[in-house]
């Protein structure tokens, strides 16, 4: 879910900064959203902006075709969801086994540039499982933003899907990630 926070930093990271280190900021206007559905609904789980401020301090290095990032690692806690039913969000964050793994990492690679098309490279660890995506992003330098959506089955995770009343509720084991990112660097 902060992938999307370590994709905005490393798109940010393109545009502009000649310094092998740079500190930036992911404020508070900033959106992640997962999105999932059952065999009778959808739900959304909105992460809250409380939650959302990070400094890290990355370590650059740019090649023609794309940046190496270092240093780009967030923390996003695993309690921080509110999916608006207190039910769902219990049966999510259940889901997410936030008792015993607390936070969901993210790893921010690399981010590839062909034409006008941004493609970032991260490392996901949810529940003590990593997995490596390529997202495809758009970077808005006027107002520093990160915009993107990351589809990930659950299962790729060791994650299990609930299911409700004796099996008649079934949730979908792929979720939509959302993220639209603003940055402060």
């Given at each position: 879910m902060r992938t999307i926070s370590i994709i905005a930093l490393l798109i940010l990271l393109c545009f502009g900064f000649s310094k092998n280190q740079t500190e930036v900021k992911i404020t508070r206007n900033s959106e992640v959203i997962i999105k999932g559905k059952s065999n009778i609904n959808t739900f959304e789980c909105r992460?809250?902006?409380?939650?959302?401020e990070n400094e890290l301090l990355v370590s650059v290095t740019k090649n023609p075709s794309k940046i190496v990032l270092e240093g780009a690692k967030i923390e996003i806690n695993s309690n921080g969801f509110d999916c608006a039913h207190k039910m769902i969000s219990k049966d999510f964050k259940t889901i997410l086994k936030a008792d015993a793994y607390p936070h969901i990492l993210?790893?921010?690679?690399?981010?590839?540039?062909?034409?006008?098309?941004?493609?970032?490279?991260v490392v996901v660890k949810i529940a003590g499982v990593e997995n490596e995506y390529c997202v495809p992003t758009d970077f808005n330098q006027h107002n520093k933003s990160v915009k993107g959506n990351l589809k990930i089955n659950i299962k790729d995770f060791k994650l299990k899907s609930p299911k409700k009343l004796l099996g008649l509720v079934v949730v979908d084991d792929y979720v939509e990630i959302c993220f639209n990112l603003f940055l402060h660097y």
């Open positions: 992460y809250n902006s409380d939650f959302i993210i790893d921010v690679k690399e981010i590839s540039t062909k034409k006008d098309n941004l493609t970032t490279k």
